[in-house]
């Protein structure tokens, strides 16, 4: 039996494994981390060439558990998503052909890329774990991660994301530039062949479920139930923002807070644990209005500011 014990040697294991190929990124891959123990999905947002892909490709290697790279592009259909029936004219029959949805971990390699048709696809397979194509419904193999990436200083010939999916992301999650000295680490590891070429997986995917499972051991105190409730309250009255948090959000919270406490080998979250998320967890769900935009507002400095009013209780 699984018990909250058997998390940290697990995601030990896993991040020493990511940590070969992605030098310096150890607070991307616990965020990854606690996606996966929450069963959620994560939005990995930066510039490129700074590891998004390998990142994504690491942790499935490290999981041994299937991974596919989905490129999207405008012409990108809902079908190469999700899959298509094909006739068998020898078979008198039509027969699913699962599309790239069908894996453990699927990168969706520049999201917003594809047209909203497209982007909808997804939206079944994150909030409920399957999919529906002519009439019929596939589930999806657990446990399933969706990591989609965004280049944001590119914006010609893109589709922003609605609301309405950026709210299935449990998480946000910069990678951003390394060191110079972790820089100078990444030259001298790619001399020869790719690390990525030697990595093999080092957990067990398979046992994720119950790893999530046992998530519902940790404990999390009354006064920061009420102090998570207070801080969206005081996102969705604030000013300055169109659209505050959901009660999506307050759950993303409260679910990530008993992750990360987890990965720390306890059983009760903190309130660190929940003021160090509010960041991933809720900042790419905050709408800032139009004319607070133009006076330089942004959802981030918005949500630093909240969290610096809000009282944080003793516990």
Do not use: W
């Not at 995917?205 to 519902?216: D, F, I, N, T, V």
């Not at 306890?266 to 644990?273: E, F, G, N, Q």
């Not at 969290?307 to 209780?313: A, N, R, S, T, W």
Request: charged share 20%; aromatic share 4%.
């Amino acid at each position: 039996m699984t018990d909250l014990q058997d998390i940290p040697p697990f995601a030990d294991a896993v991040r020493q494994n990511i940590a070969r190929v992605i030098v310096g990124k150890a607070e991307a891959a616990d965020l990854l981390l606690v996606a996966l123990l929450c069963g959620g999905h994560a939005l990995i947002e930066d510039v490129p060439g700074v590891g998004k892909t390998m990142l994504a490709r690491a942790l499935a290697v490290s999981l041994g558990v299937p991974f596919r790279r989905l490129q999207c592009t405008p012409d990108l259909l809902p079908n190469d998503v999700t899959g298509v029936s094909v006739y068998r004219q020898g078979e008198g029959r039509f027969v699913f052909q699962p599309g790239p949805i069908f894996s453990s971990v699927l990168l969706v390699d520049e999201i917003n890329r594809a047209t909203p048709r497209t982007q909808s696809a997804l939206l079944e397979a994150m909030g409920e774990g399957q999919v529906s194509v002519d009439g019929e419904t596939y589930p999806l193999p657990r446990p399933f991660l969706v990591l989609a990436t965004q280049n944001p200083v590119e914006y010609e010939g893109t589709f922003p994301l609605p609301e309405a999916q950026l709210d299935r992301f449990l998480l946000q999650i910069g990678v951003g530039y390394p060191t110079p000295a972790d820089e100078l680490s990444m030259l001298r590891a790619l001399e020869g062949a790719h690390p990525i070429e030697a990595l093999g997986p080092v957990a067990d995917g398979a046992r994720l479920p119950e790893l999530q499972r046992a998530l519902s051991g940790v404990h999390v105190a009354e006064p920061l139930r009420d102090y998570l409730v207070r801080l969206v309250n005081a996102l969705r009255a604030h000013p300055d923002l169109a659209l505050g948090a959901s009660p999506r959000a307050t759950l993303a919270l409260f679910r990530a807070g008993q992750a990360v406490a987890a990965l720390a080998g306890r059983d009760y979250v903190i309130p660190d644990d929940l003021k160090g998320l509010a960041g991933p967890v809720l900042r790419h769900r905050l709408l800032v209005h139009p004319e607070s935009t133009l006076r330089g507002r942004t959802a981030a400095a918005i949500l630093k500011s909240v969290l610096g009013e809000v009282e944080i209780p003793v516990v």
